[in-house]
């Protein structure tokens, strides 16, 4: 079946400009994480949604940041005037928990962005 | 103390060694436990669920000892492909950032 899906796989951008990064998660999953990781760091919450919940922003890093999830399915991340230090793989993983006790996390392959 | 702490590595193993992760939490409600793999510039991907009564996937035994708070991994006759980053991963079952990370512990098989 399909996996967690992530677009674009690389993301070059210029300083100032704004970014939105696409996560679409496995069908069914209503957990849907958003992580960063830092070339040779290891990784970085961002935000998480749950099914209806408000989504915990705790890991957002500053108000650039910002994401939505529609219809408890895609999400977008977005980040606005981009930084330099916001270079990094942004990760997007789906989960079937709480409803599946153990059920792991399932991550995308990713978006490298890349701020010049 | 963080969440979740792994022995720092990084680990250098001959080929066919018998190499052993250790793992630790700080949460004694958690919930479930996994291990993950981590190639270089690639995502993260499940290498196995950590059960209770400890479990075996081939060449891979995960032990989870809740007394403790300590989780293995024991990854007998390494192969050269075994080298990655192995995560320690924890559902601690709060709203929110439930699955905590530990930092990795980077192994790398030798010739």
């Known amino acids: 079946g399909a996996g967690v899906s992530q677009s674009p796989s690389n993301k070059v951008t210029e300083k100032g400009k704004d970014v939105e990064l696409r996560c679409d998660p496995i069908?069914?999953?209503?957990?849907l994480y958003w992580y960063r990781q830092s070339l040779g760091q290891g990784l970085e919450f961002l935000i998480y949604?749950?099914?209806?919940?408000?989504?915990?922003k705790s890991g957002l890093p500053s108000d650039r940041f910002s994401a939505e999830r529609t219809g408890g399915s895609v999400s977008t991340l977005t980040i606005q005037r981009t930084q330099q230090e916001d270079s990094a793989v942004y990760l997007c993983?789906?989960?079937?928990?709480?409803?599946?006790?153990?059920?792991?996390?399932?991550f995308g392959n990713g978006t490298r962005l890349t701020v010049t | 103390r963080k969440e979740v702490e792994q022995d720092p590595g990084p680990f250098n193993v001959p080929e066919g060694a018998t190499v052993a992760f250790n793992c630790t939490y700080s949460?004694?409600?958690?919930?479930?436990f996994f291990w993950y793999r981590q190639d270089c510039r690639k995502e993260p991907k499940l290498l196995m669920s950590?059960?209770?009564s400890g479990n075996e996937d081939g060449r891979f035994t995960a032990q989870l000892n809740r007394a403790s708070q300590y989780i293995s991994l024991l990854i007998r006759d390494s192969k050269l492909s075994d080298s990655a980053t192995y995560l320690c991963?924890?559902?601690?079952?709060?709203?929110?950032?439930?699955?905590?990370f530990g930092p990795g512990t980077r192994l790398s098989v030798l010739p």
């Open positions: 950590v059960y209770s």
């Open positions: 069908s069914g999953h209503t957990a």
């Open positions: 993983a789906s989960s079937s928990f709480p409803s599946s006790y153990n059920s792991p996390l399932h």
């Open positions: 949604f749950q099914g209806n919940s408000a989504p915990d």
């Open positions: 991963v924890v559902n601690m079952g709060n709203y929110g950032q439930n699955f905590v």
């Open positions: 949460n004694s409600a958690s919930q479930s």
